[in-house]
């Protein structure tokens, strides 16, 4: 009896939230030294998004289709490591129309699906191949360079938050 209580082992201690998500290039949450979990709840939030926006638009989407017959296009994007998969887009015969869902991001509307089968992240570097070819594209664009190497899930939310109030990350 006396001797499990000498080899009792205390338990591991409890982290707020917060400090498991701290997985910037120097944070020392536990997804920082994690890359599964924290490529895990990156994946987890792109799918919520991805599941809740789809569920919000997918009225406005499915008009769109109706009006314009050949509204979808398919696009050969070359994603990670270097797979070359299947881009969902708006595409509209030009006029003002076309112009205000291409200015305004709209037309990327369908690309939510490639959001949900895996095939993009909702933030991520643009399909430019390199070091950045390691990382799904993304919904939201992320211009540095060092994005794919050091990124966390603070700084995808800032820079989802950036791209929402419409300011250039």
């Not at 979808?72 to 129309?97: A, M, Y």
């Not at 205000?100 to 709209?106: E, I, K, Y």
């Not at 939310?157 to 300011?167: E, N, T």
């Amino acid at each position: 009896m006396f001797e499990d209580i000498l080899r009792f082992k205390p338990r591991a201690r409890q982290r707020p939230l917060g400090e498991i998500l701290a997985v910037g290039g120097e944070g020392n949450g536990a997804a920082a030294h994690d890359p599964w979990l924290r490529l895990a709840i990156k994946r987890g939030i792109d799918i919520g998004f991805a599941l809740l926006a789809l569920l919000a638009l997918w009225l406005p989407i499915l008009a769109l289709c109706l009006i314009f017959r050949r509204a979808l296009v398919q696009i050969p994007t070359r994603g990670r490591h270097g797979k070359v998969f299947t881009r969902i887009n708006f595409s509209f015969p030009s006029g003002d129309f076309a112009r205000f869902m291409r200015d305004s991001g709209l037309s990327r509307l369908p690309e939510l699906i490639n959001l949900l089968k895996g095939d993009m992240s909702l933030v991520g570097p643009f399909p430019n191949g390199g070091v950045r070819a390691m990382m799904r594209p993304g919904l939201i664009g992320c211009d540095d360079a060092d994005y794919a190497r050091k990124f966390s899930l603070r700084g995808d939310l800032a820079i989802a938050f950036s791209a929402v109030l419409g300011r250039r990350h």
